[in-house]
C-alpha cells in the first residue's frame, strides 16, 4: 500500500540536475515532518534532507549541503528536492518519508510512512 509517492528520478550525467518531488494521496503533506532518504547497495539508509511542518528548520547531510534544496509548496500538498551538481556518488534509490512524532529535524528516527522510491543514476 501506498502512503507517500516519489517522482523525479532518472538517469542524468555528473553535473545535471533533477528535481524530486513526494505527494501523499489521502494525506495532508504539511501535517508531517518530511524527510528524504536514499540507499545504495550495500550501505546504511541515509538521511539526506529533511524539513518540519512548517518549514521553518531544514536538515542537510554534509555530502549534500550546497547542492540540494528541499522545499515545501503546501498549495500542491508537496515536498521537493531539487538537487544540483549532481556527482555519481548520489547514485541511490530516493525515498521520502513522513514523521508524525517529534524529533530533531536531523534525527533519521521515527519515520513511519514511506513511498516506493524513485531511482536517481548519475554518470561520470
Known amino acids: 500500500q501506498v502512503q507517500l509517492a516519489e517522482s523525479g528520478g532518472g538517469s542524468v550525467q555528473a553535473g545535471d540536475s533533477l528535481r524530486l518531488s513526494c505527494t501523499a494521496p489521502g494525506r495532508t503533506v504539511k501535517s508531517y515532518t518530511i524527510g528524504w532518504f536514499r540507499q545504495a547497495p550495500g550501505v546504511e539508509r541515509d538521511l539526506v534532507a529533511a524539513i518540519t511542518r512548517t518549514g521553518d528548520y531544514t536538515y542537510y547531510a554534509d555530502s549534500v549541503k550546497g547542492r540540494f534544496t528541499i522545499s515545501r509548496d503546501n498549495a500542491n500538498n508537496m515536498v521537493s528536492l531539487q538537487m544540483n551538481s549532481l556527482k555519481p556518488e548520489d547514485t541511490a534509490a530516493y525515498y521520502c518519508?513522513?514523521?508524525?512524532?517529534?524529533?530533531?529535524?536531523?534525527?533519521?528516527?521515527?519515520?513511519?510512512?514511506w513511498g516506493q522510491g524513485t531511482q536517481v543514476t548519475v554518470s561520470s
Open positions: 518519508a513522513g514523521r508524525a512524532g517529534i524529533a530533531m529535524v536531523s534525527s533519521s528516527v521515527g519515520y513511519e510512512y
